[in-house]
């Protein structure tokens, strides 16, 4: 092996057609640009969603309805699940940790407490927001329920 024989291994290259070097290279002259207009010369970048003057998908679909922006988003979790949890893990305080812990809610999740399904256990429930039948069934059941 000398000099002679150097290659570079394989699938380290690309095979890419260089522009801009000569006319003998065929991708010479305006360097696959075009003549004249913004995209030929030098720092031109065309909007997000630029369809070539076509106009955009994004102005041709309709838009309806009103989004508030101040909503507040609660991740729902039914009174049967805090039961379900009770009696397989028994534990007797819920707060926002130990619900992240078992994967019901996320980190910076808002939870809110409806009332589907039996509670039978006593618990001592902490979230930000309770339904009232939810509310009636925890201190049915002889338990607490706080709101955050």
């Known amino acids: 092996m000398d000099l002679s024989n150097l290659k570079p291994a394989k699938g380290s290259t690309k095979n890419v057609k260089r522009i801009g070097r000569g006319q003998g290279s065929g991708r010479g002259g305006t360097s696959t640009r075009g003549h004249k207009g913004a995209g030929s010369r030098s720092g031109t970048s065309k909007k997000i969603g630029f369809e070539g003057g076509q106009m955009p998908l994004v102005r041709r679909v309709p838009k309806f309805g009103f989004k508030n922006?101040?909503?507040?988003?609660?991740?729902?979790?039914?009174?049967?699940?805090?039961?379900?949890?009770a009696e397989?893990?028994?534990?007797?305080?819920?707060?926002?940790?130990?619900?992240?812990?078992?994967?019901l809610t996320g980190k910076n999740d808002l939870v809110k407490i409806l009332g589907k399904g039996e509670l039978k256990a006593k618990l001592e429930v902490h979230a930000h927001g309770f339904s009232a039948s939810a509310t009636s069934a925890i201190e049915a059941a002889g338990g607490n329920a706080v709101k955050l």
Do not use: D, M, S, W
């Not at 909503?71 to 049967?80: D, G, L, Q, S, W």
């Open 69 to 85: 922006i101040n909503r507040k988003e609660y991740r729902a979790i039914n009174i049967e699940t805090l039961q379900n949890l």
């Open 88 to 103: 397989v893990h028994n534990i007797q305080v819920f707060n926002p940790e130990v619900l992240k812990q078992h994967g």
